[in-house]
């Protein structure tokens, strides 16, 4: 038989360990059964139906597994390929009548005898069997129920058969096995208690009223006699069988009978492992499938308290099947309500299901969680899933508003009275309630948000009132206010736990500013607009907040200034805000959320952005309503953009959140100016290098915390970890300051910085920072003070009226010394400048979020194009700094990590650049805009009354940011987009030509330069290739710039006997790769041929006169023509030539070529490289012209035939260089000549002969011996 190679392999694949594979296998080997019409192939189905059969009685378990499930699977999806009686005829053939010659081979038929009922069953063909015919498979199988250590897997398959079989064949064939199996049920507790007790009860259901010797006519198992029985039978069983009994007990509703004392051995502390795994077993199974009165039954205080303590710990030896179960538990419970439904395992064995049975409902798991164990999701593992986490993010609708109110109580008392809930449990006891009570603050967020989620939030504001104060009452506590009376608890609140409390309420608002209206409708020309409910909590909290704080506002004014005009500030904001005013709803909410955070951490800086915020929204008002505006200040959207500014640079989430809702609300309200672009570019464009122009101020590096890294995946990394950083600076101590961002420690980063940077700067950075006098005053009385005795005064420096000190009393000076110094250390000049550049750079890539929302949602040309010029520069920035760290050019690896890690270090003092990619993603949002958007921005434009200048600055910037080296495909695409959407807007004129050409004149000037003397311009040829590629309008104002360079140069050489330079040849072929590329743009009809009816045929005639007036006669000639001289040229011209013969006859022009002149070109006396193009136009344009007139499917078979024709060619010219190499081996002597695998010979190497001179040395060898072990187990069998 003949087969595929790798339809062989699948056979392996299907009997190794790999379930993966496996099933990979099996669909591949049951679809290369049949062709592409569905037909069988004879030859692979009879060696797969013998294969499969016999490998039933393979000695592997896993390769027995493997062709069993194929097997049926054949069976099932193929069941004409095998018959009933072809099927038993391979068993008999391979099974049955085999002669074991080993013990192990026995034992792997005994195993094929249990496989082959399970088989038939499996496929459905038992029923299909006449009594007759399934006798002998179940008398051989029965004859195997002696051996012991396949009873197991006899009473496995006996119940399949059972469940399958019609009752007459049952009673007629398992009559006198059921006999012996009750017996053994009646007398012994064994192992198989379960299984037997399966099987009989199956056994009597499918026996209903027959008579079957000793059995019972009827099996209750809430009856006293198979309590006992029940119970050892989970005690014993394992897997399947397990879920098989709970299946069985919840029918007869036995379960509730037994469970009190089963529940009992099973949550023993000394239970073994077994039983533990038991338990969960049956915990998971009735949540998945027995649905909500017994889950309620199931889950008490002990099972739930055993579940989770085998998460707790990874040490744990069921620790993995606990989690395994949880997961699948909690995925079946929320697949209704997720996206992605979680596959629920299947059953091995069938069963006999209710209609009405299915998984518990999330709101009764998470009852029975949150009432029996509210601390479960603290105890489990890192790794393990927590259960009542779980069900509110994924399930949080199906929860009821009653049981997360119920927890969020449970968890507050938990807060304020930790010892309540730590009594009894002795997991709880080991833990510190600092952290106890952070989880509770943790926890408690999650479920308001749960709660208050929008957009139909399940409760209202005023019910769930307390659990908001709750958090400012006791994040108060930082400032050692005394707590409500009832609030007072059992021990006092430390001041990480009041930490912990600001950072979950700041969380809570963040998440419901991110959920705000309009999120789950967002679109090109929509924000997200902030939420109603969002500015109603926040007055709720900060009118309690007054309340609370009513009696010791006093006290609290002197380390929080200004607070009680703040508060007042802050609730008559939220008040006048209207819901429709949804800028004025943003700056309320901006300025209440800032006051709060300003409570948990009080800075001067935050106590004027608050006072600027709240006189921004007084003039907004003020001008809306039409009263006269104060000229003599600032306009109020610079004046915000300022505070946003401010807010961004903060290290906590929540400001940042809350300012950049702001900023968009003031883009999309068309309230912004030119002056916030201007502030924003200012921070942008700042550099902190000593070589820049720009300085940062001392006073915003002393207000910058926190400096982080500023690489955009660092910074992305870093706000997605906020969340964790905070519950971890939550919980590290008393001493730990309030701050969403996680600090990172700069002391290793800035020696690595260090060890790079040249000498050269270090030397200009130590000049630039001197020690103040105050300082140096300071420092010496903390000297003195550390000598003690031993220091001597100004007037006692030249006295001999000393001491000696003894060892101890100088090394302790010798610490107090070194302690002072450590005290009055300072910041070396690179750390101060590194600080200063990581602030900055943290400030200026937040920057970039609000230059992608003017692009993004703005349509005032005074804000939308200036950001377009910005972000231009800094993408050619970017782009420049990317190809210095990242050269093309292969070179010393050591010499680019120097490089690199040079590079690495300037960027971390100077701050100055963002990545490449994600300035670039920001300017792709210029083509994403909305029609509506890009409507309005295109009349606002034109509407202007220097558009032409506005438009043409763009452009000219356009030119500049193309001045890059070798720049990526991706940037010059997106710079051709930008370039592609002013000339969309400058269409849209009344007087387009006329504006046209003065957008354009920046890239004609430039274009010019390239086409003529292209050393001269800086700019990326790839750009204005893209740009003719993709514009139709540059394309038209370029291409008689190109035709003029085109023709110059034409008459040019033919006129001068001086052959070009080198530049200029440059610039031509420059020049025809432009026309090629426009060319290519109308063979593929993107542009309109009526703006270039002539120029292909213009140029063919041209280039063809020029080619006809070349004495081809003449080697000397040819080789110095100036379209042959160098390659890049050559294949400049023919291509172009190409292209514009495609495009004429497109146009329906006739082009004539004389033969002699394709001839010639054909068998050009030039190089092979240069003949190369000329020969391929020449054979495009003479099958071009025969094809002319042709259908499609004509030209298809003409292509065919010339293929062929090259192919035999080839063959050919192979044949008859291997005919001359025979005979010249023949005239040689006969050498061997070997043949290669294209048909050319090759002859064999000879080996240089020995001269006479030469002598041969013979070497010395080790004698092989080659030792054959004597197998005797080979001699024995044969």
């Excluded at 970017?878 to 050269?887: M, N, S």
Aim: hydrophobic share 40%.
């Amino acid at each position: 038989m003949t087969v595929d190679r790798n339809f062989l392999d699948l056979f392996w694949t299907i009997s190794g360990q790999d379930r993966t594979k496996r099933c990979e296998a099996v669909e591949q080997l049951l679809c290369s059964l049949t062709d592409n019409n569905g037909k069988a192939k004879p030859e692979y189905v009879d060696y797969t139906k013998e294969r499969l059969v016999k490998g039933l009685k393979s000695f592997s378990a896993d390769a027995r597994i493997g062709f069993s499930q194929t097997l049926c699977s054949l069976l099932c999806k193929h069941p004409s390929f095998v018959t009933n009686s072809q099927l038993l005829e391979l068993f008999n053939k391979h099974i049955y009548s085999t002669a074991a010659s080993s013990t192990k081979e026995e034992k792997s038929v005994k195993y094929a005898y249990i496989l082959c009922p399970r088989v038939l069953c499996e496929a459905d063909r038992i029923t299909q069997l006449k009594l007759d015919q399934i006798k002998p498979v179940v008398d051989r199988f029965l004859s195997l129920s002696s051996t012991s250590n396949l009873k197991a897997e006899i009473l496995s398959v006996s119940q399949l058969l059972v469940s399958k079989l019609p009752p007459k064949f049952v009673h007629k064939l398992f009559s006198d096995f059921a006999q012996k199996v009750w017996q053994l049920f009646s007398l012994t507790d064994s192992e198989l208690l379960g299984d037997q007790l399966l099987f009989l009860l199956r056994l009597r259901r499918r026996l209903k009223g027959i008579d079957v010797g000793e059995l019972p006519a009827s099996f209750d198992l809430s009856s006293k006699m198979f309590r006992r029985k029940l119970i050892k039978s989970f005690q014993h069983s394992a897997g399947d069988t397990i879920l098989s009994l709970v299946d069985e007990t919840v029918k007869q509703a036995a379960l509730k009978t037994i469970w009190p004392k089963l529940s009992g051995l099973l949550c023993d502390e000394n239970a073994s492992v077994r039983c533990r795994k038991t338990l969960m077993q049956i915990a998971s199974h009735i949540i998945c499938q027995h649905g909500d009165d017994w889950t309620r039954y199931i889950l008490s205080e002990p099972v739930i308290l055993v579940l989770t303590r085998q998460m707790s710990k990874p040490t744990l030896s069921c620790f993995e099947d606990a989690c395994s179960l949880m997961r699948q538990c909690l995925q079946t419970v929320c697949a209704p309500y997720t996206k992605k439904r979680a596959a629920v395992v299947q059953r091995a064995e069938p069963m006999d299901t209710d209609d009405g049975r299915g998984p518990t409902s999330p709101s009764t798991l998470f009852s029975c969680f949150a009432e029996l164990h509210p601390t479960c999701d603290l105890i489990c593992a890192h790794s393990a899933p927590k259960p009542l986490q779980f069900l509110m993010n994924f399930a949080h609708q199906a929860i009821g508003s009653e049981a997360l109110v119920s927890y969020a109580t449970k968890l507050m008392r938990l807060f304020i009275q930790p010892k309540s809930f730590t009594v009894g449990h002795s997991d709880l006891d080991a833990i510190d309630q600092n952290v106890l009570r952070s989880f509770a603050a943790f926890q408690l967020q999650r479920v308001l948000w749960c709660l208050l989620r929008p957009p139909t939030p399940s409760v209202s504001l005023d019910s769930i009132e307390q659990f908001l104060t709750f958090f400012v009452t006791f994040g108060l506590t930082v400032h050692n206010l005394p707590l409500p009376a009832d609030y007072q608890s059992e021990t006092p609140i430390g001041r990480s736990v009041a930490n912990a409390c600001w950072l979950s309420f700041f969380r809570l608002l963040t998440q419901l500013a991110s959920h705000s209206e309009g999120a789950a409708q967002k679109s090109h020309d929509k924000v997200s607009a902030p939420h109603s409910l969002l500015s109603d909590a926040l007055l709720l909290v900060t009118k309690a907040t007054v309340e609370l704080l009513d009696p010791t506002i006093d006290q609290l004014e002197t380390s929080v200034p200004r607070l009680s005009s703040h508060l007042h500030q802050s609730i008559s904001l939220l008040k006048k805000a209207c819901s429709e005013d949804k800028l004025g709803l943003a700056m309320a909410n901006l300025h209440a959320v800032t006051l709060l955070y300003y409570l948990s951490n009080p800075s001067d800086n935050l106590n004027v952005l608050m006072d600027d915020l709240a006189e921004c929204f007084k003039r907004r008002r003020n001008c809306h309503k039409g009263h006269p505006l104060n000229d003599s200040g600032p306009a109020w959207p610079s004046v915000l953009t300022d505070v946003v500014l401010g807010l961004i640079s903060n290290p906590s989430t929540m400001l940042r959140s809350f300012a950049r809702t702001l900023f968009d609300q003031l883009i999309v309200s068309g309230d912004a100016s030119k002056e916030c672009v201007r502030l924003i570019c200012d921070v942008s464009s700042i550099r902190v290098d000593r070589r820049s122009v720009k300085k940062v101020d001392d006073d915003e590096d002393d207000e910058a915390e926190g400096l982080i890294a500023f690489s955009d995946e660092e910074l992305d990394t870093a706000e997605g970890k906020d969340d964790a950083d905070e519950e971890l600076d939550a919980e590290t101590g008393p001493n730990s300051e309030i701050s969403e961002d996680k600090e990172v420690d700069e002391t290793g980063s800035d020696q690595s910085e260090q060890s790079v940077s040249e000498s050269e700067s270090d030397d200009d950075l130590e000049e630039q920072i001197d020690m103040d006098e105050a300082h140096l005053t300071s420092l010496r009385e903390q000297i003195k003070t550390a000598l003690g005795p031993a220091a001597l005064g100004e007037d006692e420096i030249d006295s001999t009226s000393y001491r000696e000190f003894t060892d101890a009393e100088m090394f302790a000076q010798d610490e107090a010394l070194a302690a002072a110094f450590r005290a009055n250390r300072l910041s070396t000049p690179k750390r101060t400048i590194a600080e200063r550049a990581r602030s900055l750079g943290q400030l200026k890539m937040r920057c970039l979020d609000q230059f992608e929302c003017i692009l993004q949602h703005s349509s005032q040309p005074e804000v939308f194009w200036p950001t377009i010029t910005h972000m231009l520069n800094l993408a050619k920035e970017a782009c420049v700094a990317e190809r210095k760290t990242y050269p093309t050019e292969k070179q010393d690896t050591t010499r680019n990590l120097k490089k690199l890690r040079q590079r690495l270090s300037d960027v971390a003092r100077s701050g100055d650049l963002p990545g490449l990619q994600r300035v670039l993603e920001i300017l792709k949002r210029v083509t994403s805009r909305g029609l509506n958007l890009e409507s309005q921005l295109t009349k606002a434009t034109l509407a202007l009354p220097n558009v032409a200048e506005t438009l043409a600055t763009v452009t000219t910037t356009i030119v500049d940011a193309s001045k890059v080296g070798s720049p990526q495909p991706y940037y010059l695409n997106v710079i051709t987009a930008i370039t592609q959407f002013v000339f969309h807007v400058a269409s849209a004129c009344s007087e387009a030509e006329k504006l046209l050409i003065a957008v354009s004149e920046p890239l004609l000037k430039e274009f010019h330069i390239y086409v003529t003397s292209t050393r001269k311009s800086s700019i990326a040829g790839g750009f204005f290739l893209t740009l003719l590629h993709q514009s139709q309008v540059f394309a038209t104002h370029a291409t008689p710039l190109m035709l003029d360079a085109f023709f110059k140069f034409l008459e040019s050489a033919s006129s001068s006997n001086k052959a070009p330079d080198g530049a200029q040849l440059f610039a031509h072929t420059n020049c025809c790769n432009a026309l090629g590329m426009v060319f290519q743009a109308l063979a593929e009809k993107r542009y309109d041929d009526s703006c270039f009816s002539k120029v292909p045929k213009r140029i063919f005639t041209r280039s063809i006169r020029f080619l006809s007036g070349l004495n081809y006669d003449s080697l000397e000639d040819v080789r110095c023509f100036v379209w042959f001289s160098k390659l890049s040229v050559a294949t400049a011209v023919f291509n172009l030539l190409t292209w514009a013969t495609k495009v004429a006859r497109r146009q329906g022009f006739e082009l004539a070529l004389e033969p002699k002149l394709i001839q010639i070109l054909r068998n050009l006396p030039c190089k092979s490289a240069i003949r190369k193009p000329a020969r391929k136009f020449a054979n495009f344009f003479s099958q071009s012209v025969n094809a002319e007139g042709l259908s499609k499917e004509e030209k298809q078979a003409i292509k065919a035939q010339r293929k062929q024709a090259r192919r035999a060619k080839r063959k050919e010219k192979a044949l008859l260089q291997q005919e001359k190499l025979v005979a010249l081996n023949k005239n040689k002597g006969g050498e061997h000549v070997k043949t290669t695998q294209n048909g050319i010979g090759k002859p064999k190497a000879r080996k240089p002969s020995k001269t006479s001179e030469s002598h041969h040395v013979s070497s010395l060898k080790r004698k092989h011996t080659s030792y054959k072990r004597k197998d005797t187990k080979k001699q024995k069998l044969s």
